[in-house]
C-alpha cells in the first residue's frame, strides 16, 4: 500500500512539473451585442446570469470587454469552466429550462428590446500542459486575448516552440500569461492556440511586445523552429480587454 501511494505521488509531481493537472473544459465565449446595448448585457451578467452559471455547475472564469479604440467594440468576452463537456451540455440544458433566467431573460427583453446582434460564439477548450491555471484578474491590469492559426499539420510545431522557448521569453520581457488553451473541436482542434496575456496598461504591451521581438533567444528560437517551414498561417488576431466590474478578481 505504501509503494502504491508513493507510485501515485510521483504520478501527480510528473504532472505539476510538466504543466497544470487541468481535466476540465474551458469554454470562450463572445457576445456580440446591438448598438448600444452592451450596458444592458452587462447588467444582466452582474445582477443574475453569474449567479445562475454558478448554481447550474459553470465555473466563472474571467469576463472582459474590448479596450475603447476610435470605433466602439460592443463584445462581452469571457471564459468559463466544465467539469467535463458531458457536464457542459447538462449545466446548459439546466440553465436554459430554469424558470428564474426565464424571467430574467424576459425582463430583459422588455425593457432593452434584442441586445445580441447575432447568436454568441463558443469554443470549448483544452489548457495546454504548458499553461498557468486561469485564475482570477486583477482589476486593475489590461489584457490580451491571441488566436494563432497554423499551417496544415504544424500545431505540434507551435505547442513546442511556446512549451520550450516563448513563455519564458514573454516573461522576461513583461508579457505575463494568464493561460493557453487549444480547442477540441474540429477544425479549430487542429490548426488552433488560443491564450491570453497580462499587462500594467496596453502602452506597457507595446513596449513588451517591442522588448519580445527584438530578444536574440526568441529570434534564435524562431528561426530553429521554422526551418522546414512557416508554423503560422496568418498573422495573430489579438483584443486588448479590460475585465468587467463583476469578473472573478483577486
Known sequence: MLRSFFAALCLVMVSCASGIADDGVYELRIYTCEPGKLNALNERFREHTLQLFEKHGIENIAYWTPTAGEKEDPRLIYVIKHKSRDAAKESWKAFIADPEWKAVAKASAEAHGKILAKAPESVYMTATDYSPEAGKVNQKKVYEL?????????????????????????????????????????????????????????????????????DPAWKKARAESEKDGRILSQRPESVYMVPTDYSPAR
Do not use: C, M
Open 146 to 214: 491571441r488566436t494563432y492559426t497554423t499551417a496544415e499539420g504544424r500545431l505540434d510545431n507551435l505547442n513546442a516552440r511556446f512549451r520550450d522557448h516563448t513563455v519564458e521569453i514573454f516573461k522576461r520581457n513583461g508579457l505575463d500569461s494568464f493561460a493557453y488553451w487549444t480547442p477540441l473541436d474540429e477544425p479549430k482542434s487542429s490548426n488552433t492556440l488560443i491564450y491570453v496575456l497580462e499587462y500594467e496598461s496596453q502602452a506597457q504591451a507595446k513596449e513588451s511586445w517591442k522588448k519580445f521581438g527584438a
